[in-house]
C-alpha cells in the first residue's frame, strides 16, 4: 500500500512540476513594454509580452529564461522558486549604441552576404539569358521609375522550378511560396502582425516588401512547422535586418 501511494506523489508532483508557469511584467524607461520576446531555453518555450507588459511562460526553477526587444539590453535568469509562486517584474536598459554600430558596419558586410552567386548561383545565368531574349521587359517605362529587381527574381524563379508533387512530403526541402507565408503571418498565434511591428520592426507600408524579400531568399518551408518555431524567429530577425540595411542604402 505504501508503494502505491509513493507511486502516485511521484506522479501528480510530477504533473504540477510540468505545469508551473511563472509570470510577471516588463519595464522600460518607466513604462511598460509591449512586444518583449521571452524564451525558456531549457523547456524550448516563447511568449511575448502584451500590450501591458505582462508575460506568462511555462517554468520550472533552475530553467534559463531570456528577455529580449529591439535597441534594450538582452536580461537573462535563472528562475527561483518566488517567481513560481508570485509575479515578478523585469526592466530593460536601452542600449544607445546599439544601432549605430550596426550602421557602421552594415556597407562592407551587405555587399558580401547579399551577393546574387553566393546564395543563388543560378540567378545570374538566368537574369542575363532572359535580359538577351526578352529585352524589352527591361526597358525603364517612360515615368523614369527604376527595375524592380525583387519582381525579376521571383518571376525567373517561378519559371525555372520543377512542378510539384501532387504529394509532398512535410518534412522534405521545398520553397515557401509567398502565399503561404503571408497566411501564415495572418493566421498563427505568434507570428503576427505584433512580432511584425515590434519585433522585426516591419511598418505596414513594409509588410508586402519584407514577404517578397522574404520569398525571393528561397525560405525553407519546413521552419513554419511548430518544431521550428524558434529557428523561424531567427532566421525572421535576420532577414529584417537584412531588410532594413538594404532599404537604408537606398534611401542614401
Known amino acids: 500500500m505504501p508503494r502505491i501511494f509513493s507511486c502516485l506523489f511521484i506522479i501528480f508532483f510530477g504533473i504540477k512540476i510540468h505545469s508551473q508557469t511563472t509570470a510577471g511584467k516588463v519595464y522600460a524607461e518607466d513604462k ?17 509580452t502584451d500590450k501591458w507588459g505582462n508575460f506568462e511562460i511555462a517554468a520550472a526553477v533552475g530553467d534559463s529564461l531570456i528577455f529580449s526587444a529591439s535597441f534594450f539590453g538582452t536580461q537573462k535568469f535563472k528562475v527561483q522558486p518566488y517567481q513560481l509562486e508570485e509575479k515578478w ?21 551587405k555587399i558580401k552576404e547579399f551577393s546574387v552567386v553566393e546564395y543563388d548561383k543560378n540567378f545570374n545565368t ?27 527574381g521571383r518571376m525567373l524563379f517561378k519559371n525555372n522550378k520543377k512542378p510539384k508533387k501532387e504529394k509532398s512530403n512535410p518534412n522534405h526541402f521545398r520553397i ?13 498565434a505568434f507570428f503576427d502582425k505584433n512580432l511584425l511591428r515590434n519585433q522585426l520592426e516591419i511598418s505596414a507600408k513594409e509588410e508586402g516588401m519584407f514577404f517578397d524579400y522574404c520569398e525571393s531568399r528561397q525560405v525553407d518551408a519546413r521552419l513554419l512547422q511548430k518544431k521550428n518555431q524558434i529557428r523561424f524567429l531567427d532566421y525572421l530577425l535576420k532577414r529584417s535586418k537584412e531588410f532594413h540595411k538594404l532599404s537604408q542604402e537606398t534611401l542614401n
Open 176 to 188: 515557401l511560396e509567398l502565399e503561404e507565408l503571408v497566411a501564415f503571418f495572418k493566421t498563427d
Open 89 to 109: 517584474v523585469v526592466e530593460l536598459k536601452e542600449v544607445l549604441n546599439q544601432l549605430e554600430e550596426v550602421r557602421l558596419t552594415s556597407t562592407t558586410s
Open 32 to 48: 511598460t513594454k509591449e512586444g518583449v520576446l521571452i524564451i525558456n531555453t531549457t523547456q524550448d518555450k516563447m511568449v511575448s
Open 126 to 152: 538566368w537574369l542575363q539569358k532572359d535580359i538577351q531574349e526578352n529585352y524589352g521587359k527591361y526597358s525603364p517605362p517612360s515615368s523614369g521609375s527604376g527595375i524592380d529587381f525583387i519582381a525579376i
